[in-house]
């Protein structure tokens, strides 16, 4: 069955260092990825996602992913972080009835 | 504001009260999904609604939940006889477009605490 796993629970970073956001799936078949952020008291919001094509996809607030098969991984990075960019980050992919699933999060931490 | 909007934002209710939550989602989109997240952990899916018809209810909608649509607009959610494990938000999420290129608009929730 279909799945992601979110390696880091927390990740804390400076301001204006890089980060990267682990993110490995499990899946037999076509695999379709995401990755959401929270910011708080928010709803979800699209970063980005993976559907075919280029491995390297390039999301919104400057955040891309690479799709690595061999690897099974889709992590997010980003080369330097805001104080805004402090928010609970998930991957997600398709189950197999086609509904949207979710990783545990991951809380990113920007400090100044 | 042409988002998904949730009402309320935050309940806190009584072991065995029962509490009804709304969505509205964006007009145009036919597809509605409700998702609990409980503390650490990812939104869990629920069960989600094509116009007005509930296509699938997922294994954690026990039958002290209940979800409708009546006209293909907004959803209600209504949790009976209201647990402490039912503690957790509660999010919907809507969509216009189906297959791999749907792409879900989220509400900001309701927070419901069970006391």
């Known amino acids: 069955a279909q799945s992601v796993t979110q390696l880091d629970s927390q990740v804390p970073v400076f301001e204006e260092a890089p980060v990267e956001l682990r993110c490995n799936y499990s899946?037999?078949?076509?695999?379709?990825l995401f990755w959401y952020v929270q910011y708080p008291n928010q709803g979800l919001q699209l970063l980005l996602k993976?559907?075919?094509?280029?491995?390297l996809v390039k999301g919104i607030n400057g955040f891309e992913a690479e799709f690595n098969k061999s690897q099974t991984s889709f992590h997010l990075r980003k080369p330097s972080v805001h104080i805004s960019d402090t928010a609970e980050y998930f991957c997600a992919t398709y189950n197999q009835g086609g509904k949207l699933i979710f990783g545990q999060g991951t809380e990113l931490s920007v400090k100044p | 504001d042409t988002g998904v909007s949730q009402d309320p934002r935050h309940k806190i209710t009584k072991r065995g009260q029962n509490v009804t939550f709304r969505c509205d989602p964006i007009s145009e989109h036919n597809r509605l999904y409700w998702y609990r997240q409980t503390l650490g952990q990812g939104p869990e899916f629920l069960t989600y609604f094509q116009n007005e018809a509930q296509l699938e209810k997922s294994r954690l909608l026990s039958d002290r939940f209940s979800a409708e649509r009546p006209k293909g607009s907004f959803s209600t959610l209504e949790i009976q006889r209201t647990e402490q494990g039912d503690s957790a938000m509660y999010l919907c999420?809507?969509?216009?477009?189906?297959?791999?290129?749907?792409?879900?608009?989220f509400g900001s929730g309701t927070q419901l605490s069970v006391l």
């Open positions: 993976y559907l075919s094509g280029s491995t």
């Open positions: 999420a809507s969509s216009s477009r189906t297959g791999t290129n749907e792409k879900l608009f």
């Open positions: 899946s037999s078949v076509s695999v379709y």
